[in-house]
């Protein structure tokens, strides 16, 4: 097999709140392949928004290895990974409070290639427009702002914002857990789309186990700081092998009315 | 039928003052004794605002424009605080998505569960007293007495929903409006909350209207549905009847949108998707205000308001309903 594009080994992030250090990432170990999907599950508070951060280079890890392509990424100095950035762009989960209200929306996608001087002055625009177009927005509402778009509309927009720097790797931070079952949808197949046409790789963070299986190829299952189990989607929601993952499936009520009610819903047993 | 405990009839709800803007556009539906019936709906298809009708809270910014609301045959006073008081929490309990936000930080939450029974109730400090222990018991809270003490900070979000649904059932009443309860929660702790819900519904025969925009808890949990698009009902139906045959275009939309591990609808891209978004409630759309986004929608559906049909228990309004079942 061919290196990982990704390859995080025994990862440790702890951080002092107050007089206590607490400690939301503990030794994880896990890759990502060239044009792979992977999701990340796990409950709130269990470190997979800590693990995005620290990827991003927004958290300093406490040790272990990030490697990107080859190269460790763990310990880069400002310079360096301002110049790393662009391999590496991400989607947040609120589309409302992550874009800044001032600014029209051409120039909100413009902004990463003027902060990193990519290109000509003249062509950041274009650049910006043909996005726009790419991720289903008309061109002619980039002089709008971000109040006056819908919320599946403003993370088309912070699809745009990221992709601008023609990433290989995109990570998504609960993109669509803010928005509507229809909406989320129209995101998600755009997701894909991208993949499929820019060969990216994505690094899926989710609680909803239920959604990330009809779209990743592995799901990395994460409960307190860990990863409890890894593998292909479909095998780790027909046979979940850890504690946790069984407990989560068996808490999850699939939306279909030929199925038994599951065991964590039912009342009879009492 | 059965017995009816709740009846809102054509209620209009508009922006204040400016009648041509309609959050709800004629929403008719009943709540039977002891039942479990979910609301369900995308954000701004007035699901909440129908709940907040029915409690008489509704926001400043809006007002009733027609229609009434029935509770066991009598019309509920809806824009007379004072009246409705006596009726909150005694007759009809609330239950908000966010329990943070539904509790005082500043006191025990024995002591907010204490008041709600004070509202209402004449009773001796120390009988009222155990009876909030009771109630926290009752919600698997453990070791109430100490608990009772504690303030909300303390307590984690599941613990937080007990405390409320504590809260909502102190007084015994006959229906529990529950809106979106267990979105703020974990899987795990939303199917205790459920659980535990379902429950108390079996021990004191409260109904349940939930609210909500997770199919899968609906299919677990309810007993009939309503389903809103845009201020409207789109279709009311048994669980089971609505979801293996749908016949608004909608209704049939979100279900093949809702990703669902155990049938196979990946085809083109991952998820079935409805184009389009949900229409401004300021546009003034003759017409059905699902025709921009639906594939059987005609020019009759652009131009007039398809009037609801019955088959039996299910209902729809549509021009042109799905005929195929789910397979």
Redesign the interface.
Known sequence: MTNPLLRIDDLHVSFRVGKTTIHPVRGISLHLNRGETLALVG??GCGKTTLARTILGLQAPSSGVIEYDGNDIAGLDRFRLKRFRPHIQCVFQDPFSSLNPRKRVEQLIREPLDIHQIGEKSTRLKRAHEMMERVGLPTDWGRRFPHEF????RQRIGIARALVMKPDLLICDEPVSAL???????I??LL??LKRDMGLSYLFIS?????V???ADRVAMMYKGEIVETGPA?QV?SNPQHEFTR??I??????????P??P????DA? | MANPILQVENLQICVRKKPGVLILRGVSFHVNAGETLAIVGESGCGKSMTSLAIMGLLPDAVEKLSGTIRFKGRELPITDNRAMRKVRAAEIGMVFQEPMAALDPLYPVGKQVLEVIEEHEKLPREMAWARVIDLLTKVDLPNPETLAWSYPHKLSGGQLQRVVIAMALACNPDVLIADEPTTALDVTVQAQIMRLLKRLQRDTGVAIVLITHNLGLVAHTADRVMVMYAGNKAEEAPTRDLFLNPRHPYTRGLLDATPNPERASAQGGVLREIPGTVPSIADPMPGCRFAPRCANASELCRARFPEPTFEGAHGYACHHPVTDARV
Do not use: C, K, Y
């Not at chain 1, 964590?264 to 009342?267: L, N, T, V």
């Open positions: 409950e709130s819908s919320g599946g509309q509507d079952v229809s909406i989320q949808a129209q998600i197949n894909w789309e609680h909803d186990l239920m959604l299986e009809t779209f479909r929601w407990r989560m068996d808490a999850i009520p699939v939306p279909d009315v030929t199925r009610t599951p964590a819903f039912r009342i009492e």
